[in-house]
């Protein structure tokens, strides 16, 4: 059973920065693109960063492009998200997702597992 766990969340100011990682296990990680969402409080989830399985493509949402960068370690089974420049209104839950095999989409649909998340909070 593939089991996605964040870790990295906290509380940190505006103009600072996060570092997320996410643990894969239970599956073949190198096979599948891996995504970040996240979700504030009334809001829906939404997409902010994907990587291919090789690493050598990459997707950020236009809300977070030049401040953060996602990655992955296929030795390691894990995917980061490099938060820089953090604004209070980058404040919500962080979920590390796993693609369908195959699939490199933005759509939320297109991810078959989730992580628990993370707490991000921003402070102005």
């Known amino acids: 059973q593939v089991q996605l766990v964040e870790s990295g969340g906290g509380l940190v100011q505006a103009g600072g920065s996060l570092r997320l990682s996410c643990a894969f296990s239970g599956g073949t990680f190198s096979r599948r693109a891996m995504g970040w969402f996240r979700q504030a409080p009334g809001n829906e989830r939404e997409f902010v960063a994907i990587v291919n399985w090789s690493g050598s493509d990459k997707v950020h949402a236009d809300s977070v492009k030049g401040r953060f960068s996602i990655a992955r370690d296929n030795v390691q089974d894990t995917v980061s998200l490099e938060m820089n420049s953090l604004k209070p209104e980058d404040t919500a839950v962080y979920y590390c997702?796993?693609?369908?095999?195959?699939?490199?989409?933005?759509?939320?649909?297109?991810?078959?597992?989730w992580g628990q998340g993370t707490q991000v909070t921003v402070s102005s």
């Open positions: 997702a796993a693609a369908y095999y195959g699939t490199f989409s933005v759509y939320i649909g297109s991810y078959e597992y």
